[in-house]
């Protein structure tokens, strides 16, 4: 059964972060809310944990995971920013965009793309993330809470009891319904930027 962590939605009290962060460091698997609604979230080299994400969306190896990442210093560790996107990504976080990016040596195999080694990274403008980031000292492994035969991601905490209850280890409750259309996402890993969806973030500034 997982456990439920009631959490401020502005200011997200440092009790709740350290129970949240501490079941990630653990090897369990959160569903936690965030700007563009809830996502499945594991600590970055747990593959038991990756397995249970891919069992609970039925996600192929082709599928793109995300590394959320708490500020831009941070996302340099993980891919590569060549200089010719650098202002622009930068110019773009936090926000909602999702960034795909060659992954560097920090980023677990399992992680990548098999044929591009891309991995997808962003920075979120939300309260409770960035708490959790801060006390976890490096990203959270994540993928959006999109149930097999879905196309939006969940928003309400008492939804992901009732369908995922005994399939994660916590669910981060911040009161309201996560409401947030999902992001950009853009493909930077090739000469030519591609606008692979259209979400939240505006588009133009990588077209």
Known sequence: MA????????????RTVDQAVGILRDGGLIAYPTDSG?????QLGDKDAIDRIKEIRRLDDKHHFTLVCRDFAQLGQFVHVDNSIFRAVKAATPGPYTFILPAT???????????????GVRIPDYPIVTALLAELGEPILSTTLILPGETTAMTTAWEIQEALD???????????????????????????PQVVRVGAGDPSRFE
């Open 3 to 14: 456990r439920y962590l009631d959490i401020h939605p502005v200011n997200p009290q440092q």
């Open 38 to 42: 809830y996502a499945l979230g594991a």
């Open 105 to 119: 040596r920090e980023v677990p195999r399992r992680l990548l793309h098999p044929k591009k080694k891309t991995v």
């Open 166 to 192: 005994n399939q994660v280890d916590a669910i981060v409750d911040p009161g309201d319904e996560v409401v947030g259309e999902p992001t950009t996402v853009v493909d930077l890993s090739e000469d030519e």
